[in-house]
């Protein structure tokens, strides 16, 4: 049973660049969050997608947005790039219904310079 | 707004002595409480879980009690081993989303 991954493990981007990160959830989920881990800190509620719409949004900039596809994949987008974004970003899957645990990718490491 | 309050790190412990590490919420709404914990370089594993008051969740030697009086969730565990060495992350879920908030962590190592 393929748990949930992520792509590309490692990113490095310039200030004011744009960037796509990709999610694949666990085998059966449907909904997926996207947190963002500064370095030494908990992880940050960006926002989660379900039936391709995003259904919550944490205190994130309109810099990020995302996509949920119809197959349950998902994509976060970063758009002008500051190096305050640099972290690692984190999937999180889970079901819709019933004890909606949230499984969580490997993640992405993102670096801007 | 909803969070969570973890004991600061790091803490360093001896193989098969007695961990604690303490936590605390925010008591909005009826959140179900959560243990992650993260190796290095790795992503975020779920530990254990407890979704109302006076529930116990436990995992590989790992508990954790949801005392509603106190707002706590600490997590013990009573032999650790140096394979226990990690970050440990405390969280709550809350809104129609279930987003978890996170404390800030616990780094754990634990020497031989």
């Known amino acids: 049973d393929a748990g949930v991954t992520q792509s590309p493990t490692h990113l490095i981007k310039t200030r004011g660049q744009q960037v796509t990160l990709r999610c694949s959830p666990k085998?059966?989920?449907?909904?997926v969050s996207w947190y963002q881990q500064a370095l030494g800190q908990g992880p940050q509620f960006i926002f989660q997608?379900?039936?391709?719409?995003?259904?919550q949004r944490g205190n994130f900039p309109d810099r990020f947005s995302g996509h949920q596809f119809p197959n349950y994949s998902s994509e976060l987008n970063v758009n002008a790039l500051l190096l305050g974004d640099s972290a690692l970003y984190l999937c999180?899957?889970?079901?819709?219904?019933?004890?909606?645990?949230?499984?969580f990718g490997p993640g992405t490491r993102l670096t801007v310079t | 707004g909803d969070s969570v309050t973890q004991m600061e790190g790091p803490v360093t412990l001896s193989e098969e002595a007695f961990l604690t590490i303490n936590c605390t919420y925010t008591?909005?709404?009826?959140?179900?409480l959560f243990w992650y914990v993260q190796y290095p370089g790795e992503g975020l594993q779920l530990l254990l879980k407890?979704?109302?008051?006076?529930d116990k969740g436990s995992n590989k030697g790992f508990e954790a009690t949801y005392r509603k009086e106190t707002t706590s969730f600490h997590l013990e565990k009573g032999s650790v081993q140096v394979s226990d060495s990690a970050v440990y992350f405390c969280?709550?879920?809350?809104?129609?989303?279930?987003?978890?908030?996170f404390g800030s962590g616990t780094q754990l190592t634990v020497l031989p």
């Open positions: 999180a899957s889970s079901l819709s219904a019933g004890a909606r645990e949230q499984y």
């Open positions: 085998s059966g989920h449907d909904t």
């Open positions: 997608y379900y039936e391709e719409e995003e259904r």
């Open positions: 008591a909005t709404g009826y959140p179900s």
């Open positions: 407890a979704t109302k008051a006076d």
């Open positions: 969280a709550r879920d809350s809104g129609s989303a279930r987003q978890l908030t």
